[in-house]
Nanobody, 122 residues
Framework: QVQLVESGGGLVQPGGSLRLSCAASGDIGSIYVMGWYRQAPGQQRDLVAIITSGGRPNYADSVKGRFTISRDNAKNMVYLQMNSLKPEDTAVYYC????????????????WGQGTQVTVSS
């Protein structure tokens, strides 16, 4: 079994900052790409940022220059530093990871966290 648990969401004023964290635990052999996605009410789930196991990031155009994704491979964690937040950033943010389990070394599976709410409002 593998679990992803997010933390760090909340209510923040426009222009403010938040840092999201996601911890992966369980039967983990290797973690490949990790990332953050978000879903606003009535909208599809969209990519925010991803990062490879080697630390190479990629961002959605809407967050470039404001958000920074990072990871700690030793701790099986991924982070999202969000600065200059805008009301349109309001959404549930989900952690995602491509993981090879110790019990199934021949395959990689995609896992999701339960989501954390980020609300940007004055």
């Amino acid at each position: 079994q593998v679990q992803l648990v997010e933390s760090g969401g909340g209510l923040v004023q426009p222009g403010g900052s938040l840092r999201l964290s996601c911890a992966a635990s369980g039967d983990i052999g290797s973690i490949y790409v990790m990332g953050w996605y978000r879903q606003a009410p009535g909208q599809q789930r969209d990519l925010v940022a991803i990062i490879t196991s080697g630390g190479r990031p990629n961002y959605a155009d809407s967050v470039k220059g404001r958000f920074t994704i990072s990871r700690d491979n030793a701790k099986n964690m991924v982070y999202l530093q969000m600065n200059s937040l805008k009301p349109e950033d309001t959404a549930v943010y989900y952690c995602n990871a491509e993981i090879q389990r110790l019990a199934q070394p021949w395959r990689r599976n995609n896992y999701w966290g339960q989501g954390t709410q980020v609300t940007v409002s004055s």
